[in-house]
């Protein structure tokens, strides 16, 4: 378990290091796709225990996505904001701050382009 937490904590670290970089999609893929990730390690120990730390390391997850949908709509990049978003959503579907920041993306967003999470999430930045 202890190595599971530590994985994941380590690929949180990671994910916001190259974020920084600018690269939002290698930060995504650090945090919930591929075979290792952030969120499969947390996974593993909640399906183990009920792990307060591993519940913390899912909400830094989260949170994370919620900081960089924040980023990108203070850049003026709305689609990559609600992109983030909804990735984020997609992990935490309640999440009132990303809720939040999902619909102030699709209000800075053409009328016309589909603001779907469902198709946002099929979308590469």
Known sequence: IQRWLAQGNT?????????????LLSAHQILVEGADNAQGAFMSVL??????????????????????????????DAMHALWAACHGLNVHPTHKVLLNLSEEARAAMPAATNSDCATMRTLTP
């Open 11 to 23: 690929y949180l670290e990671v994910a916001e290091d190259v974020f920084e970089q600018g690269d």
């Open 47 to 76: 399906k183990r225990s009920n792990s307060e730390e591993a519940k913390q390391g899912m909400l830094q997850l989260v949170n994370l996505y919620a900081q960089w949908t924040q980023v990108k709509l203070d850049q003026g």
